[in-house]
């Protein structure tokens, strides 16, 4: 388990704490934070769990290197029914997880950004169970808005 300065350290790093960048680190502000593994065939891998008596996805921040097809490995290890509501280009991907089940799903995210999934049954969401895959890389020219660069700070 990560210290907090570990994962502050991590969370700079890939340039996911500040303001007008990705305050993504700052919304989900508590949980781990893991890498997708890369098989040699270019899809990668990774494991998202819900841990008994804690309504919060571990990781809550899934980090991919690139964009392209990742296959997820969902596992319910609390006492409550759950569900997984995952982005994919083309199809959302929807899967329900019984208390202390697994599941699997193919996604497709093929480019750079971040992606939101949570358990959309009862009040999940609002408890905790959201989370993000963070894409990393960078846009290609003609997917860039059109308008001026915007402070950083």
């Not at 296959?71 to 959302?92: F, V």
Request: net charge negative; proline share 6%; glycine share 10%.
């Amino acid at each position: 388990m990560a210290t907090v300065q570990e994962r502050a350290d991590l969370l700079n790093k890939l340039g996911l704490d500040a303001q007008n960048q990705a305050a993504i680190g700052r919304v989900l502000g508590t949980g781990s934070i893991a890498r997708a593994t890369e098989r040699a065939d270019g899809t990668m891998e990774a494991t998202i769990r819900i841990k008994e008596d804690e309504i919060a996805w571990d990781p809550a921040i899934l980090v991919l290197p690139h964009g392209g097809d990742v296959e997820l490995t969902i596992i319910n290890d609390d006492k409550n029914t759950h569900a997984c509501l995952l982005p994919s280009n083309g199809d959302k991907k929807f899967i329900w997880l019984l208390n202390h089940s697994k599941g699997r799903a193919r996604l497709n995210l093929d480019g750079p950004g971040y992606y939101w999934y949570s358990s959309p049954g009862g009040n999940d969401e609002g408890r905790g169970l959201t989370a993000a895959i963070v894409v990393l890389g960078e846009v290609p020219p003609e997917a860039r808005l059109d308008r001026p660069d915007q402070p950083r700070r």
